[in-house]
């Protein structure tokens, strides 16, 4: 057995059922936030502690412990902390599921952490499917229509993805025979050019597992269902599927496609082209459709669908370089968290903004920086870095990301990711000019809670960090891209 | 003392910037003392360690010591960008100067600040300078040496405008922003030739290329030229001078620190720090000599007819500024930085000076002053110390300088030689009829709206003068035998002794012409053998002339910026823009849009027809991957 491996998962699910107990026992509900906390920073000393171990493969090669899954556990762990807190004054709107509340989103992060650490097919699909089912709860925990409806159309097309998925990982189980991500690798390369061309099912099964990834990270065309998620379900919950859950289906990707599809080099070129033209298709898609919404949850949503476009430029470097170079795996990761970072600040200013406006309405937001001015300020750091300007975060994040495309001869995609780029820095901008140029409708100040002010000042701190010296996680990413068995 | 430790000398005042900023500033408004103790603490802090780095460096015999650096930005197999500091007898030599002379500027600024409404504002402003002055004198290459090179820009235009809401000092701190930008230029042009020509922007590499032959020839020369060209804007050699007495607008300490010590000098030290480059250029070495001797002519005569006692010390410090790049020019690193470290101690105590003559009457008009020699006898004294140093008088600190430059000039440009004599005498003249207009004689009432009698500066600013006057008596002292020069690896310590260097013909002529200077001045001013008026009416046109500054305000003014500037060129990029380029972004943004609204159309919150695009996704990416892939 190999427990001491899991115990940052195996922390995470007995602190999970402890807050559903202790829900049971107090009346004061603050508890529950500092018993979340607590769990996830227990978790996050375990994990901690196991970076730079070395490579385990546990559970009959169920699952991996490697830097990849370590950096990308430690990153949901952040995401989970700043989703807890931002959600203090936010969870009085579902007062008496504040416990569930809590437990499905330390659930969700078991879920993903899962995920980032699986290397077999059925392992992948048991993680996700943890994740996806508490997430499709929290989504709908508002109970008003807007939020019933948006946990149903998660949970109809997060089944479909599911669905489609699973018919995708049995093709290439029988085309293989093996669900082990390593041992399909070694099948995979054992046989010659011509058995390969020669078995479309093979392609197949690979396309319909990219739907079912897809359908996690939002990209196109798998997408459809981010505008109207988004805009029904519980703001941090907003927050924690446009970054957590997003950045899970990457990890999935990464490992998977590296792992398993990352050979021989016509394979591997042939996924990066799939990849490649999503990319530009969804890129393009979400910042021209951003433009027209009025609603900052919905912008947002087409904004990470825009974004997932971005990264996907890396994950195309990652097939057409496959082996050969470690740039692009490096640079989703630095972007990942750069992203997460960015975008968990600009939600975490939104819940502080609109929850006491009452409204997710851009053009109520006018004059906000006179009556918020640290919330605005916030807001507009997290959105300049959303557009990829220095001295955010994303601007190294892109700049990294495009720089290992261009190596890969990806210039064609580059060009297009920048011009995109241009056009976000209007709808993004256009936020930034109604809240500092603006008059505000009411003098009266938007005063906003302490647990959301550090929430937003940690944030806003590791986007300038990131953006200033990129230095320290571009050499944590570059280690943890080097995954177990390569 | 661990290497490590050296990045605090950079970062101490960077965090005092910060705190005050985003602590002090918001919430402990009420404690405007809290913001001068942190800057204080600070930079008290960087000096200490830098005293330290210089030992360290004397102790490897002017070897840059070892600093691990961190890797800013590193993509493996492709860019890679670190950030380290350079730490040889150069840096450790401006790192005293610029900590010794920012720690007294902020010990004064206590006084002179003091009930300052900005107070706050001002030591935030005076930490992030300090943080930058130190980045631009510890950068390991030129990239970062660039970004804290504007930094010091910004905080100067920062400062110079600091009572922003006097039009003549947001003009000021404009015409700074904007006159030095022209220089600065030159100076990333120089940059980015050097980068494509060599790959690299570390300054070590650099000078072991230009050493060992790898770049030479008129590409070097050029290079050379451009970054020469910043150090003009920077330094404020002719053409680019007529920012810096517009400067005077800042607050006094701001004058003695940034426009007097520090930042003016980032040219010299610029030309100092590439000066391999220079070194192998011929035309580029007559090029920094030419420009700086007749600087420092063309300057000290405007200097001789000032009235506002800042304005007469600007002139001064272009002036002297000009010396330092002909030392540059003729004699080498050693020599014209050995002038820049001992002026800059004169320099800001002649400020200080300034500013606590001018705390007492509320004028810097030396017409409305006098005869504060007995009220103020503190004041008088350092000022005066610091005129001697200035004037180059035996023994104390500007003497020892001067005369290295006058015979390095002599050796290879006899004609600046003579030049830089004229201006000894003009130095030594304009030094001590200020001091004979302000002090000496009666009192005349000070600024129209005075209150009362002048006095003494209190403590906190008197003290921080005193020991500015000892370091402008002793700090000459470094290079009796030559040991200044040894550090600096030029020469083997060998060098005229204390006394035996009066037996010199040179320095003993310098030291003729500088009193013949005073003694000419304590003739027209002080003891008034010759009346100032006739001889005003004697040169009529020249006092003109030098009054109105050769002109170089007007000619800037109408005929660049007016004429050609506004009416012509920026007229014309006016058309283009509205024409051209608005059309063109007019014309994406109606398309971008058209096409968000089509793409709404689509999404019409139709849970079918969502899973009918993930069909038609799937369906369209087999079809293309079976059939074309």
């Given at each position: 057995m190999h427990l001491g491996l899991i115990l940052p998962e195996l922390t995470l699910l007995v602190f999970a059922i402890a807050v559903i107990l202790v829900d049971l026992v107090t009346q004061k509900k603050e508890v529950l936030v500092w018993v979340s906390l607590f769990g996830i920073v227990i978790s996050a000393g375990f994990t901690l502690g196991m970076w730079g171990w070395g490579s385990y493969a546990i559970f009959n090669n169920q699952m991996a412990v490697d830097s990849f899954a370590i950096f990308f556990k430690l990153l949901f762990l952040g995401i989970a902390a700043l989703v807890i807190l931002a959600s203090v004054d936010y969870t009085a709107k579902f007062a008496n599921f504040r416990g569930e509340y809590h437990a499905l989103v330390l659930l969700a992060a078991l879920g993903m952490m899962l995920m980032a650490a699986t290397t077999s097919l059925i392992s992948i699909y048991i993680a996700i499917e943890l994740t996806s089912i508490s997430l499709y709860i929290l989504v709908g925990l508002l109970k008003d229509a807007k939020s019933t409806e948006a946990s149903l159309k998660y949970l109809l097309l997060g089944a479909v993805a599911s669905a489609v998925m699973l018919y995708g990982m049995a093709l290439v189980f029988g085309f293989t025979g093996e669900v082990g991500l390593g041992e399909i690798a070694r099948v995979v390369q054992g046989m010659s050019l011509a058995t390969l061309l020669a078995s479309p099912a093979f392609m197949v099964g690979i396309v319909l597992m990219i739907a079912g990834f897809g359908f996690k990270m939002a990209a196109i065309p798998f997408h459809m269902w981010v505008p109207d998620v988004y805009e029904g379900a519980p703001t941090p919950i907003t927050a924690y599927l446009s970054v957590a859950s997003k950045a899970a289906g990457f990890a999935l990707v990464l490992r998977v496609f590296y792992s398993a599809f990352g050979f021989p080099d016509w394979l591997s070129l042939n996924w990066g082209i799939i990849f490649a033209v999503l990319s530009a298709i969804g890129m393009t898609v979400g910042n021209v459709a951003a433009i027209p919404q009025t609603n900052i949850k919905r912008m947002l949503g087409y904004s990470s669908v825009a974004q997932a476009g971005y990264l996907l430029v890396g994950v195309a470097t990652v097939g057409l370089s496959a082996a050969a170079d470690v740039v692009g795996r490096s640079s989703v990761l630095f972007f990942l968290a750069s992203y997460a970072l960015t975008n968990m600040g600009a939600f975490i200013a939104i819940i502080a903004i609109s929850d006491k406006l009452k409204s997710d309405q851009i053009s109520d937001y006018s004059g906000m920086g006179k009556r918020a001015p640290l919330l605005a300020l916030g807001l507009t750091l997290c959105l300049i870095s959303l557009i990829g300007m220095p001295p955010a975060a994303g601007f190294m994040a892109k700049f990294y990301i495009f720089s290992g495309a261009v190596q890969h001869g990806l210039l064609w995609l580059v060009i297009i990711a920048v011009i995109n780029s241009v056009i976000s820095a209007y709808y993004y901008l256009r936020v930034v000019k109604v809240m500092w140029l603006g008059e505000p409708a009411s003098a009266e100040k938007v005063p906003s809670s302490g647990a959301l002010k550090l929430a937003l000042a940690l944030s806003c701190f590791g986007v300038l960090l990131l953006g200033i010296l990129p230095g320290i996680v571009m050499r944590l990413a570059e280690i943890a891209a080097k995954m177990f068995g390569f | 003392?661990?290497?490590?430790?050296?990045?605090?000398?950079?970062?101490?005042?960077?965090?005092?910037?910060?705190?005050?900023?985003?602590?002090?500033?918001?919430?402990?408004?009420?404690?405007?003392?809290?913001?001068?103790?942190?800057?204080?603490?600070?930079?008290?802090?960087?000096?200490?360690?830098?005293?330290?780095?210089?030992?360290?460096?004397?102790?490897?015999?002017?070897?840059?010591?070892?600093?691990?650096?961190?890797?800013?930005?590193?993509?493996?197999?492709?860019?890679?960008?670190?950030?380290?500091?350079?730490?040889?007898?150069?840096?450790?030599?401006?790192?005293?100067?610029?900590?010794?002379?920012?720690?007294?500027?902020?010990?004064?600024?206590?006084?002179?600040?003091?009930?300052?409404?900005?107070?706050?504002?001002?030591?935030?402003?005076?930490?992030?300078?300090?943080?930058?002055?130190?980045?631009?004198?510890?950068?390991?290459?030129l990239v970062f040496m660039f970004v804290f090179w504007e930094g010091v820009g910004l905080c100067s235009y920062l400062l110079i405008g600091f009572w922003f809401h006097k039009p003549s000092a947001a003009n000021a701190a404009k015409k700074a922003f904007i006159v030095t930008r022209l220089g600065d230029f030159g100076f990333l042009a120089g940059i980015l030739a050097l980068y494509f020509n060599t790959g690299t922007f570390d300054i070590a590499e650099l000078h072991h290329l230009a050493i060992t032959g790898a770049i030479s020839g008129t590409i070097l020369t050029w290079v050379a030229i451009g970054i020469f060209s910043g150090a003009v804007g920077k330094s404020a050699q002719f053409p680019l001078h007529v920012w810096l007495p517009d400067a005077m607008e800042g607050p006094t300490p701001v004058s003695a620190l940034i426009h007097a010590a520090t930042m003016v000098a980032a040219g010299v030290f610029l030309v100092a720090r590439t000066f391999p480059l220079f070194a192998h250029s011929m035309e580029a070495m007559t090029t920094v000599a030419i420009i700086g001797g007749f600087t420092a002519i063309f300057a000290a005569s405007i200097g001789l007819v000032m009235t506002d006692i800042k304005r007469v010390l600007a002139y001064s410090t272009i002036s002297q500024l000009g010396y330092m790049m002909l030392g540059l020019g003729t004699g080498g690193v050693a020599i014209g930085i050995f002038h820049l470290f001992n002026h800059a101690f004169f320099k800001a105590l002649l400020f200080l000076g300034a500013g606590s003559v001018n705390h007492a009457t509320g004028t810097f008009d030396m017409r409305q002053m006098g005869g504060l020699r007995k009220v103020m006898p503190w004041t008088y004294a350092t000022f005066v110390i610091a005129s001697l140093s200035l004037a180059g008088v035996w023994p104390l600190a500007g003497f020892w300088s001067k005369d290295e430059i006058l015979a390095s000039s002599l050796e290879s440009q006899p004609i600046l030689f003579y030049l830089a004599l004229i201006t000894v005498f003009m130095t030594a003249f304009y030094m001590f009829r200020a001091i004979f207009m302000t002090f000496g004689g009666e009192y005349r009432g000070g600024a129209p709206e005075a209150h009362g009698h002048p006095h003494e500066s209190p403590p906190v600013m008197v003290v921080p003068m005193v020991i500015l006057a000892v370091l402008s008596v002793v700090s000459g002292f470094w290079n009796v035998g030559g040991q200044f020069d040894a550090f600096m690896g030029h020469g083997g310590g060998h060098g005229p002794g204390f006394f035996t260097v009066l037996t010199h013909p040179l320095p003993l002529l310098s030291l003729m012409v500088a009193i013949l200077g005073i003694v000419l001045a304590y003739a027209v001013y002080s003891a008034k053998w010759l009346s100032a008026e006739k001889l005003r009416g004697m040169f009529g046109p020249l006092h003109t002339m030098l009054a109105r500054k050769y002109w170089f305000d007007e000619l800037y003014e109408d005929v660049f910026v007016r004429t050609s500037m506004l009416n012509g060129f920026f007229a014309g990029l006016q058309q283009f823009d509205t024409n051209v380029v608005d059309g063109t972004v007019n014309g994406v943004a109606d398309g971008t849009i058209a096409g968000g609204r089509a793409v709404r159309q689509i999404q019409t919150g139709?849970?079918?027809?969502?899973?009918?695009?993930?069909?038609?996704?799937?369906?369209?990416?087999?079809?293309?991957?079976?059939?074309?892939?």
């Amino acid at each position: 057995m190999h427990l001491g491996l899991i115990l940052p998962e195996l922390t995470l699910l007995v602190f999970a059922i402890a807050v559903i107990l202790v829900d049971l026992v107090t009346q004061k509900k603050e508890v529950l936030v500092w018993v979340s906390l607590f769990g996830i920073v227990i978790s996050a000393g375990f994990t901690l502690g196991m970076w730079g171990w070395g490579s385990y493969a546990i559970f009959n090669n169920q699952m991996a412990v490697d830097s990849f899954a370590i950096f990308f556990k430690l990153l949901f762990l952040g995401i989970a902390a700043l989703v807890i807190l931002a959600s203090v004054d936010y969870t009085a709107k579902f007062a008496n599921f504040r416990g569930e509340y809590h437990a499905l989103v330390l659930l969700a992060a078991l879920g993903m952490m899962l995920m980032a650490a699986t290397t077999s097919l059925i392992s992948i699909y048991i993680a996700i499917e943890l994740t996806s089912i508490s997430l499709y709860i929290l989504v709908g925990l508002l109970k008003d229509a807007k939020s019933t409806e948006a946990s149903l159309k998660y949970l109809l097309l997060g089944a479909v993805a599911s669905a489609v998925m699973l018919y995708g990982m049995a093709l290439v189980f029988g085309f293989t025979g093996e669900v082990g991500l390593g041992e399909i690798a070694r099948v995979v390369q054992g046989m010659s050019l011509a058995t390969l061309l020669a078995s479309p099912a093979f392609m197949v099964g690979i396309v319909l597992m990219i739907a079912g990834f897809g359908f996690k990270m939002a990209a196109i065309p798998f997408h459809m269902w981010v505008p109207d998620v988004y805009e029904g379900a519980p703001t941090p919950i907003t927050a924690y599927l446009s970054v957590a859950s997003k950045a899970a289906g990457f990890a999935l990707v990464l490992r998977v496609f590296y792992s398993a599809f990352g050979f021989p080099d016509w394979l591997s070129l042939n996924w990066g082209i799939i990849f490649a033209v999503l990319s530009a298709i969804g890129m393009t898609v979400g910042n021209v459709a951003a433009i027209p919404q009025t609603n900052i949850k919905r912008m947002l949503g087409y904004s990470s669908v825009a974004q997932a476009g971005y990264l996907l430029v890396g994950v195309a470097t990652v097939g057409l370089s496959a082996a050969a170079d470690v740039v692009g795996r490096s640079s989703v990761l630095f972007f990942l968290a750069s992203y997460a970072l960015t975008n968990m600040g600009a939600f975490i200013a939104i819940i502080a903004i609109s929850d006491k406006l009452k409204s997710d309405q851009i053009s109520d937001y006018s004059g906000m920086g006179k009556r918020a001015p640290l919330l605005a300020l916030g807001l507009t750091l997290c959105l300049i870095s959303l557009i990829g300007m220095p001295p955010a975060a994303g601007f190294m994040a892109k700049f990294y990301i495009f720089s290992g495309a261009v190596q890969h001869g990806l210039l064609w995609l580059v060009i297009i990711a920048v011009i995109n780029s241009v056009i976000s820095a209007y709808y993004y901008l256009r936020v930034v000019k109604v809240m500092w140029l603006g008059e505000p409708a009411s003098a009266e100040k938007v005063p906003s809670s302490g647990a959301l002010k550090l929430a937003l000042a940690l944030s806003c701190f590791g986007v300038l960090l990131l953006g200033i010296l990129p230095g320290i996680v571009m050499r944590l990413a570059e280690i943890a891209a080097k995954m177990f068995g390569f | 003392m661990p290497h490590q430790l050296l990045w605090l000398i950079f970062l101490l005042p960077l965090f005092s910037f910060i705190i005050i900023s985003f602590v002090l500033r918001p919430f402990f408004n009420d404690k405007p003392q809290l913001g001068g103790y942190t800057t204080i603490a600070a930079i008290g802090g960087s000096f200490v360690i830098s005293v330290f780095a210089l030992f360290a460096v004397m102790a490897n015999e002017g070897h840059a010591l070892p600093v691990p650096d961190i890797e800013w930005v590193l993509i493996e197999g492709g860019l890679s960008i670190h950030l380290g500091l350079l730490v040889d007898s150069l840096t450790a030599v401006m790192l005293i100067v610029v900590t010794l002379v920012s720690l007294m500027v902020q010990i004064y600024s206590q006084g002179y600040m003091h009930g300052d409404p900005g107070y706050h504002r001002y030591f935030a402003f005076m930490s992030l300078f300090t943080a930058s002055m130190l980045g631009l004198v510890l950068a390991d290459n030129l990239v970062f040496m660039f970004v804290f090179w504007e930094g010091v820009g910004l905080c100067s235009y920062l400062l110079i405008g600091f009572w922003f809401h006097k039009p003549s000092a947001a003009n000021a701190a404009k015409k700074a922003f904007i006159v030095t930008r022209l220089g600065d230029f030159g100076f990333l042009a120089g940059i980015l030739a050097l980068y494509f020509n060599t790959g690299t922007f570390d300054i070590a590499e650099l000078h072991h290329l230009a050493i060992t032959g790898a770049i030479s020839g008129t590409i070097l020369t050029w290079v050379a030229i451009g970054i020469f060209s910043g150090a003009v804007g920077k330094s404020a050699q002719f053409p680019l001078h007529v920012w810096l007495p517009d400067a005077m607008e800042g607050p006094t300490p701001v004058s003695a620190l940034i426009h007097a010590a520090t930042m003016v000098a980032a040219g010299v030290f610029l030309v100092a720090r590439t000066f391999p480059l220079f070194a192998h250029s011929m035309e580029a070495m007559t090029t920094v000599a030419i420009i700086g001797g007749f600087t420092a002519i063309f300057a000290a005569s405007i200097g001789l007819v000032m009235t506002d006692i800042k304005r007469v010390l600007a002139y001064s410090t272009i002036s002297q500024l000009g010396y330092m790049m002909l030392g540059l020019g003729t004699g080498g690193v050693a020599i014209g930085i050995f002038h820049l470290f001992n002026h800059a101690f004169f320099k800001a105590l002649l400020f200080l000076g300034a500013g606590s003559v001018n705390h007492a009457t509320g004028t810097f008009d030396m017409r409305q002053m006098g005869g504060l020699r007995k009220v103020m006898p503190w004041t008088y004294a350092t000022f005066v110390i610091a005129s001697l140093s200035l004037a180059g008088v035996w023994p104390l600190a500007g003497f020892w300088s001067k005369d290295e430059i006058l015979a390095s000039s002599l050796e290879s440009q006899p004609i600046l030689f003579y030049l830089a004599l004229i201006t000894v005498f003009m130095t030594a003249f304009y030094m001590f009829r200020a001091i004979f207009m302000t002090f000496g004689g009666e009192y005349r009432g000070g600024a129209p709206e005075a209150h009362g009698h002048p006095h003494e500066s209190p403590p906190v600013m008197v003290v921080p003068m005193v020991i500015l006057a000892v370091l402008s008596v002793v700090s000459g002292f470094w290079n009796v035998g030559g040991q200044f020069d040894a550090f600096m690896g030029h020469g083997g310590g060998h060098g005229p002794g204390f006394f035996t260097v009066l037996t010199h013909p040179l320095p003993l002529l310098s030291l003729m012409v500088a009193i013949l200077g005073i003694v000419l001045a304590y003739a027209v001013y002080s003891a008034k053998w010759l009346s100032a008026e006739k001889l005003r009416g004697m040169f009529g046109p020249l006092h003109t002339m030098l009054a109105r500054k050769y002109w170089f305000d007007e000619l800037y003014e109408d005929v660049f910026v007016r004429t050609s500037m506004l009416n012509g060129f920026f007229a014309g990029l006016q058309q283009f823009d509205t024409n051209v380029v608005d059309g063109t972004v007019n014309g994406v943004a109606d398309g971008t849009i058209a096409g968000g609204r089509a793409v709404r159309q689509i999404q019409t919150g139709q849970l079918q027809l969502y899973g009918l695009f993930i069909g038609i996704g799937i369906l369209a990416i087999i079809l293309s991957v079976l059939f074309l892939g």
